[in-house]
């Protein structure tokens, strides 16, 4: 993950449990959660928005050659 091993994480852990205090961090957590959430939920909407658009195809189709006379 990221090129960082265990000791890493752990070491990054352990500042951030200093830095916010055990009592933050389950609502730094949930927050974080409901952040991923609503990014992926945004994410799904915009793919079913783009495929609905390619899996349109216009009703009426000139081609070029047809235009020339």
Do not use: C, H, W, Y
């Amino acid at each position: 993950m990221f090129g960082l091993g265990g000791q890493e994480l752990i070491l990054i852990l352990l500042i951030i449990l200093l830095l916010f205090g055990a009592k933050k961090l389950p609502e730094l957590a949930r927050g974080l959660g409901k952040g991923m959430k609503e990014f992926k939920k945004a994410q799904t909407e915009i793919e079913e928005e783009f495929n609905a658009a390619v899996d349109e195809k216009p009703k009426t189709e000139k081609s070029p050659s047809s235009s020339k006379s």
